[in-house]
């Protein structure tokens, strides 16, 4: 798979399946916050990925970018994605930079040229989508979000680091959730339930008649002894 790269007016083709698999994700997101203006640090970047996973895992696809993840100290990781981000570097698609706003310990990742969408339409829906949704949060937020999703609060519940995270969680959650918000949806739907207007004036009278009964039924046990 190659990808077009417009570099000074010239398009040239490049290949982001070799050596690194995971060179066009990285890029993907990059295209993504550059359509919205946003910067993306090395940090911020990682969790948009995973998240970009989760979210079509969610949705009923395969996860995406090709990433393994993994449970970290800082949150989901793959060693791979460094190496993805080395590529893209020496292969000057990318610079990295520094920004007051941005975190201490992460650079900011630029696009240095105008690059086609890098993965399918459909992955690239998913980038979009969330780039658009979490691409400008900082990077406290950004963690919360990805700490709140299944696969890593399970993971955090028995306590080991570096475990691999299991996306399907998410998506059994997700599956769960829809199951719910369906039948609270069909009960909110029915007709509420209405009592006879005549059940109570019933329901004394069986009473009385009963309270009678036993009277008499006492009344005759008592004139037999």
Known sequence: MSMRLIRGGA????P???PNPLAGSVLSILVAARELRLSVTETHLVGLLYLTDVAAVEAGHPPITGATWRLGRRGPYDPALTRAQGYVVESELVERGDDESADAESAVLFLTMDVD?????????????????????????????????????????????????DLSRARRRRQATALLTRARARRASMPPEQDDANVGAILKD??????????????KALDDR
């Open 11 to 14: 398009v040239i083709s490049m």
């Open 16 to 18: 982001v399946d070799a």
């Open 117 to 165: 969408d890098p993965l399918d339409p459909d992955a690239m829906d998913f980038v979009r989508s969330v780039v658009a949704l979490h691409g400008g949060e900082d990077t406290a937020v950004l963690r919360s979000v990805v700490d709140a999703t299944v696969p890593v609060v399970e993971a955090q519940a028995g306590g080991e680091s570096g475990v691999l995270l």
């Open 206 to 219: 069986e009473f009385l008649q009963t309270r009678d009964a036993l009277r008499r039924a006492n009344a």
